[in-house]
């Protein structure tokens, strides 16, 4: 296996969009620093971070279950439900809110893995409703209102407070869960079962691969990363938010696609996906700095309209090289 | 489930199965038979005029989307940007009467208000349509894109603002009786009348189907799948125009945030708890208007009997999970 090695221009003719993720993502930054004086102040890169984690994890779980070809609609309800479970738990510390909520998130990924693989439901339905039962979840045991942390353990660390004073402590959890998922996908046999399932899921099956362990496996993940966002989610704000996490689906599939994922599976990296999280969120990011300068007149309501826009152009960016890289494959 | 259930295994489970069989094909009335006798035994004053009313109006709205998600789905498609959709064509309705224009030269301006958002509407199909058939992208991804946007350029439009009005010309649309029934029930009739006859009677409803059973055999023995598969996303938009003006006029108000919010999860549960299969290849349009009965009883039901709404949320996700399960089941 020459697995261990990167093959360079292997990797540009295999998803050349993913190389074009990270020449925009360099790009703008270049944009950014050159236009903008506050843009590489310390605020800006810790709020962009510290805001930019949850999708960023959420983007990568995501990514495991669309290289398989499904799509898991549930994950920005998970969040929320999981923000509240955390706030809830946060007067005995993060080491015991932690884990139990992203345990939460794992089991509504359970929930996810059992309709799809025992019960034959569509990933889509399942996962949609999925999304309608843990939002309804957070709303019951919320009481439908915000849940505030307790302020005197150290569960606000995570979400407030820098590891050595550098960079945010959720970035950096975020970045070794990416890394061990990344290593989990490239180098172990359940990383590649995964890429094999949305390769073709009945030659997987012919080939013995273990399609249903893989399958679960993606969605556990993705549901323990949004689990994740949902602790992150109320450590930085200071409150469990049963209402927030609508739309955190569309941008983390949007993440993942400009990453270079093809939507029917077999194809897409890991850290393709953590730069189109940091493409989309840089996109943001610039805007609001525009705004402040006074150039474009940028309302919540726009947000919406561009964040469309972007996704468009994105796909149509992708159908193109997907084309070539069907092709490719043929030839 | 296979061909010796038929040939008379001796005794034993078979009765069962047949229950089970007959359960799994006529689900959705044993569904709204049951839960009619529930509220007629349950819900206080369930068994009256107003309560019938109530829920022609309510369901009208999503029996007419559902229908033009079934047709989507008879493709193998899903149309997420429906809700999105209503919010538009609800939000320009009141944009153009209220309008200077619409003030000067009302018959002009509410002739106006009824065309331009179905023209709007149908835009949105074709933009839906070309991704889809054209471009080749999946359905999920292409209808995400208006999902989102959507109603954020119906905000825009708006300024996020509620709007109010007082015209009832277009009001007739959401508060009209004919015979003593609702308009929009009528107008829901209609609607499934014509699309029952376009799927049983005409090429492009054979064309529909044939797109869902089996894509490529239908596009290698001749058929436009690329014509079809448009059609289908400009009926679906089209129709959820229609539903988000009703909602506008029974309101005599536009909310862009808030008109057909969620409305994509209400028109595909009527979908599939009607027969729709996902994977295409069937079209019950009647069907879809069972399915959004039963879909507004049981939040009917919840509600009247001071189940609170998030609780309602988990029921329908049930729901959902369970209609297409049994549909799974059947087709094994």
Same mark, same amino acid.
């Given at each position: ?23 925009? &993502?360099?790009?703008?930054? =270049? ?25 960023? =994890?959420?983007?990568? +779980? ?7 070809? #499904? ?46 693989? /025992? ?8 996962? &949609?409703?999925t999304m309608l039962g843990a939002k309804g979840g957070a709303l =019951?045991?919320? #009481? ?32 070794? =869960? ?12 359940? +990383?590649?079962?995964? /890429? ?16 249903a362990r893989a399958t679960a496996f993606v969605y556990l993940v993705? #549901? ?5 966002? #949902? ?48 493409? &989309? ?5 610039? /805007? ?22 972007? /996704? ?15 092709? +490719?494959?043929?030839? | ?7 008379g295994a001796p005794l034993g489970p078979r009765p069962q199965i ?123 991804? %292409? ?7 959507? @109603? ?50 005409? !090429? ?6 044939? !797109?869902?059973?089996?894509? @490529? ?9 690329? @014509? ?69 009883? !049981?939040?009917?039901?919840?509600? %009247? ?24 089941? @059947?087709?094994?």
């Amino acid at each position: 296996m020459d697995a261990y090695t990167v093959d360079l221009r292997r990797t540009i003719s295999k998803n050349p969009q993913s190389i074009a993720v990270w020449v925009a &993502l360099f790009a703008l930054i =270049v944009f950014g620093l050159l236009r903008y004086e506050n843009f590489s102040g310390a605020y800006n890169i810790t709020s962009f971070l510290n805001y930019n984690s949850m999708f960023i =994890v959420i983007a990568v +779980g995501m990514c495991f279950v669309i290289l398989t070809g #499904g799509i898991d609609l549930s994950v920005g309800s998970v969040a929320a439900f999981t923000s509240v479970i955390a706030a809830y738990l946060s007067p005995y510390g993060l080491e015991v809110a932690l884990p139990l909520a992203v345990l939460a998130g794992i089991g509504f990924g359970a929930i996810n893995a059992v309709c799809i693989i /025992l019960l034959r439901i569509p990933p889509f339905i399942a996962t &949609l409703a999925t999304m309608l039962g843990a939002k309804g979840g957070a709303l =019951v045991i919320s #009481g439908a209102s915000t849940i505030s942390v307790d302020w005197g353990s150290n569960f606000t660390k995570m979400g407030m407070e820098k590891a050595m004073g550098v960079l945010p402590w959720s970035i950096v959890l975020v970045m070794a =869960v990416n890394i061990a998922l990344w290593v989990v996908m490239e180098h172990t046999p359940l +990383g590649r079962t995964v /890429l094999a399932i949305g390769g073709g899921e009945d030659a997987s099956t012919l080939m013995g691969l273990k399609v249903a362990r893989a399958t679960a496996f993606v969605y556990l993940v993705s #549901g323990g990363c949004a689990g994740l966002a #949902g602790v992150i989610l109320a450590s930085g704000f200071g409150a469990g938010q049963p209402l927030e996490g609508i739309g955190w689906e569309l941008s983390a599939i949007a993440s993942v696609v400009v990453g270079g994922t093809l939507l029917t599976g077999g194809l897409g990296s890991v850290p393709a996906t953590v730069a189109g999280a940091l493409l &989309l969120g840089l996109v943001f990011n610039l /805007l609001n700095f525009e705004n402040g300068r006074g150039t474009i007149s940028f309302s919540a309501d726009w947000q919406m309209v561009d964040r469309g826009a972007f /996704l468009f152009a994105v796909i149509l960016f992708q159908t193109r090289f997907s084309a070539g890289a069907k092709l +490719g494959v043929r030839s | 489930m296979s061909a010796e259930d038929t040939t008379g295994a001796p005794l034993g489970p078979r009765p069962q199965i047949d229950m089970l069989r007959l359960l799994r094909q006529n689900g959705g009335l044993v569904a709204l038979a049951v839960i009619l006798l529930f509220n007629i035994a349950v819900t206080p004053n369930f068994l009256q005029m107003q309560t019938l009313f109530v829920i022609i109006s309510q369901v009208a709205t999503i029996a007419i989307v559902a229908m033009g998600m079934t047709m989507v789905i008879a493709t193998g498609g899903i149309d997420l940007s429906v809700g999105a959709i209503m919010a538009l064509a609800g939000a320009l309705a009141p944009l153009i009467f209220l309008s200077e224009f619409g003030q000067a030269y009302p018959v002009l301006g509410l002739s106006a208000a009824f065309s331009l958002p179905l023209g709007a509407a149908r835009l949105c199909g074709a933009f839906n349509g070309a991704l889809v058939a054209i471009f080749r992208v999946q359905s999920i991804i %292409a209808t995400l894109i208006l999902f989102i946007s959507g @109603r954020g350029i119906a905000q825009v439009l708006t300024n996020g603002n509620l709007q109010t009005f007082s015209n009832p010309a277009f009001s007739y649309l959401g508060t009209g009786k004919i015979l003593g029934l609702p308009f929009q029930g009528w107008l829901t009739l209609g609607i499934a009348i014509l699309l029952s006859l376009l799927v049983t009677r005409t !090429v492009f409803g054979r064309y529909v189907l044939a !797109v869902g059973g089996n894509e @490529r055999a239908a596009e290698l023995s001749g058929v436009p799948v690329k @014509r079809v598969k448009f059609g289908v996303y400009m009926i679906a938009a089209f129709l959820s125009g229609i539903a988000g003006m009703i909602v506008v006029a029974i309101n005599s108000a536009s909310d862009a945030a808030r008109n057909g919010n969620l409305m994509e999860l209400d028109a595909i549960a009527a979908a599939v708890v009607g027969g729709a299969l996902l994977q295409g290849g069937r079209a019950p349009i009647f069907g879809a208007i069972l399915g959004a009965i039963i879909i507004q009883l !049981v939040k009917y039901t919840l509600l %009247a009997n001071g189940v609170e709404d998030e609780v309602a949320l988990i029921a329908k996700a049930v729901i959902i999970v369970g209609a297409v399960y049994l549909q799974q089941a @059947r087709k094994e």
